[in-house]
């Protein structure tokens, strides 16, 4: 009988370190409104985090908000009070939670998340985005600047999107120093974009290490501990340190052949956001079959920095508009996300793919039936599809869920089973042959 798959107690420093550096931009942010500092509300998705930086613009976001408020299982009321002011059910949970905090007065002058100064909607991919942060602005009183980026449509970026994209963070640029009363310091952003660069390196180098057998961690469950560095805080030398001090503790567990569980029995990509409400259910039902996540979109939705792609300090307007056209993932077609995908199975050795389809994030979630049919049809790559929500917690049903998951990994391993049968039949067949 198989020894039980069992998680080992192996957070360690990254995982620390992240709650710490969080928890102190928290706390800054909280304090922002006496302060009198003036704070940016972003989206994550191919954000320009440094220019607001540059500009003495605290930044704070929405999503990560909605977020943590689902992760302590209080999204629930906040997304019910925006649905009885109006917004439909069909609506994005991370819009309703957000717009619910603000109806409930958890968001305000006075608040621990104050009121933005200005809202910058990065528009990348979903428009459902930029009638949310037009909410935001319109019941904050914040200054609304809509930063258009164009969809990728090509490869590479073309010099004229490049430099529609620099037109517009000049504007706002402007926008920024009329409301920090700050000059704008071109080398002042050259130095913030070195520290991008140094923790996109980390956070690369740290995914790569998910290639080994056994993974050092769970490039999707765990990979959360490294998004609030990468997304939230890119840009700061504590974000670049960060990533020093994670990818010493990874490459230290690799060299031990250590990994999340007592057993990797099963190496998995995984497609779409988790469900937050019941983050550590959900990953239970993977965790006892030995089943762990080696490479994640997701954990690619602030920018797909393993593909090589780092800030550039010499091009300092040109490298941002560039990451916010082309590294990431929202901004891109379904079909360059197969391609991702794709090389995320190959070169990390996966065993199956594991979609998580969001039912209110449509962006995510469409065109997924025709992915897995890709994947099985095509690639011959075994490939689950569950379905949930990233935020609202009436739409995860953990039975449903938990039957189609154990059904899965245990259809995978009789194959795996059947398949080495069979290879040491081959071999025992062709050793016999030989001694005769």
């Not at 923790?199 to 490294?226: Q, S, T, V, W």
């Not at 994670?246 to 988790?274: D, I």
């Not at 075994?382 to 049903?397: F, G, I, N, Q, W």
Request: net charge negative.
């Amino acid at each position: 009988m198989a020894i039980a798959v069992t998680e080992r107690q192996y957070q360690g420093q990254a995982h620390e370190h992240s709650r710490r550096l969080m928890a102190a931009w928290m706390q800054e942010l909280a304090g922002a409104e006496s302060a009198g500092q003036p704070t940016g509300a972003l989206m994550i998705s191919g954000n320009c985090v440094e220019l607001l930086r540059a500009c003495h613009i605290l930044p704070m976001f929405p999503e990560v908000t909605a977020l943590q408020n689902a992760i302590r299982r209080k999204s629930l009321p906040l997304i019910l009070k925006a649905e009885q002011a109006g917004y439909s059910s069909d609506n994005c949970a991370y819009v309703k939670a957000e717009i619910g905090l603000f109806l409930d007065g958890g968001m305000g002058p006075g608040k621990p998340i104050p009121f933005p100064t200005i809202t910058v909607c990065n528009y990348v991919g979903c428009n459902v985005y930029v009638k949310w942060f037009e909410h935001l602005a319109d019941v904050s009183g914040s200054k609304l600047f809509i930063l258009d980026v164009p969809f990728a449509r090509t490869d590479q970026p073309s010099p004229a999107d490049i430099q529609y994209v620099v037109s517009q963070l000049e504007e706002l640029i402007a926008l920024c120093e009329s409301v920090s009363g700050k000059k704008f310091d071109i080398d002042e952003l050259r130095e913030i974009l070195a520290h991008s660069a140094r923790a996109e390196e980390g956070y690369a180098r740290a995914k790569e290490l998910c290639k080994h057998h056994p993974a050092p961690f769970d490039a999707y469950f765990d990979a959360i501990n490294m998004m609030g560095p990468i997304n939230v805080l890119r840009g700061t030398r504590e974000a670049a340190e960060f990533f020093d001090v994670a990818t010493a503790e990874f490459e230290e567990l690799v060299a031990r052949n250590l990994g999340p569980l007592n057993e990797e029995r099963f190496r998995t990509v995984v497609e779409g956001p988790p469900p937050y409400p019941f983050y550590k259910n959900f990953r239970n039902l993977f965790a006892k079959w030995g089943a762990v996540g080696v490479a994640s979109t997701y954990s690619t939705v602030g920018g797909i920095w393993e593909f090589g792609f780092r800030h550039d300090p010499r091009r300092p307007l040109e490298s941002i508009a560039e990451q916010m056209l082309r590294e990431n993932l929202t901004n891109r077609s379904i079909v360059a996300r197969y391609g991702q995908i794709k090389r995320y199975v190959e070169e990390s050795g996966a065993d199956a793919l594991v979609i998580h389809s969001i039912k209110s994030c449509r962006l995510f979630s469409a065109g997924q039936g025709d992915m897995r049919d890709y994947f099985i049809q095509t690639l011959g790559v075994p490939t689950l599809m569950v379905e949930s929500d990233l935020e609202d917690p009436r739409y995860y049903a953990e039975a449903q869920i938990k039957n189609r998951i154990d059904a899965f990994f245990e259809s995978l391993e009789h194959k795996k089973l059947t398949a080495g049968r069979a290879a040491a039949a081959g071999e025992a067949s062709e050793y016999e042959n030989k001694s005769a």
